[in-house]
């Protein structure tokens, strides 16, 4: 089975404490490595997770307060010294590379890669990367600074071949990809074999949701609707909302209301304040929503 999993390097908020690390996580799809948000001490987390530095190639920011990437200039030099030649890419809004360029340039002049960034509208749901494998789109979000989160969406795999019906129909090597594709088999006498008798139906593909930092925002849920995995924001419980509205975050009940409304498979709180020592409140708050919650917490190894 392909793997597509959530690592988690850190999912505390602004205030750092001994109990978290700053907002961080990896996505893993097929050994290749997707970073979204970069807070301090991502890198060590990186490494203390065992993930591999030239699996990396790029890296999402939510937006532009610290505990969301402040580890941005560590990692990139620490990719230096480990003698990284291929290109990194970093998404961020427009603002990143003003501010992130003097800092580069400065302290990690002779880099022996490029670091190129990649401007997004982080007012706009838009598709923003794609690869083989992999297509990432922004979700506007609501905070005090422009914010996006992001939806990762995995491309349709290939049906699987099933490799007795091909050696009993004496199909060539050079048409196999083509029955992948779809097509039929047309053999030198003129008959046709049905592509259904060649594969069967391929792993349905997977998607995961990313909203961090956000107030309570009703207008994502057709964005992510049905998504396998939401991350979401839950930096209070509901009792100091006031708190929440003030600065933009969201409750874990709202976080919960989210992911009903949106009919999501399991979702996963974070950002979580420094002021709850005990943060089963903020589960059991979302649990009586939406049962299928769990906490975020650093080191975590989540399929997608």
Do not use: W
């Not at 839950?234 to 919960?256: G, V, Y």
Request: one cysteine or more.
């Amino acid at each position: 089975m392909d793997r597509f999993e959530l690592n988690i390097l850190g999912c505390g908020s602004a205030l750092p404490t001994t109990r978290h690390f700053l907002s961080s996580q990896v996505v893993n799809l097929r050994d290749k490595l997707y970073m979204i948000d970069c807070g301090e001490g991502s890198q060590l987390q990186f490494r203390a997770m065992k993930l591999k530095f030239q699996r990396l190639n790029h890296i999402f920011i939510s937006h532009l307060h610290g505990d969301h990437c402040f580890g941005l200039p560590g990692l990139i030099s620490t990719l230096g010294l480990l003698g990284r030649t291929s290109d990194l890419h970093i998404h961020a809004q427009p603002d990143a590379e003003r501010i992130f360029l003097p800092i580069l340039n400065y302290f990690c002049s002779q880099l022996p890669y490029k670091v190129i960034f990649h401007s997004f509208d982080p007012t706009k749901n838009e598709l923003i990367m794609e690869d083989k494998s992999l297509k990432v789109y922004t979700i506007p979000l609501k905070h005090r600074v422009p914010t996006a989160g992001f939806l990762l969406e995995e491309k349709p795999k290939s049906p699987h071949i099933i490799r007795e019906m091909i050696d009993f129909h004496q199909v060539p090597v050079k048409q196999i990809q083509a029955i992948k594709n779809g097509e039929d088999f047309i053999k030198e006498d003129g008959s046709i074999i049905f592509n259904k008798v060649f594969v069967r139906p391929a792993e349905p593909s997977h998607r995961y949701a990313y909203c961090s930092d956000t107030a309570y925002l009703q207008k994502i849920i057709p964005i992510i609707e049905g998504v396998d995995l939401l991350y979401h924001e839950a930096t209070f419980i509901q009792k100091d909302i006031a708190r929440a509205r003030e600065t933009l975050h969201s409750s874990a009940k709202q976080a919960a209301l989210i992911a009903k409304a949106a009919r999501v498979k399991k979702l996963i709180l974070g950002h979580f304040s420094a002021r709850y020592p005990d943060e089963t409140l903020l589960l059991n708050e979302a649990r009586e929503i939406f049962p299928n919650t769990v906490l975020a917490e650093e080191k975590m190894n989540q399929k997608i």
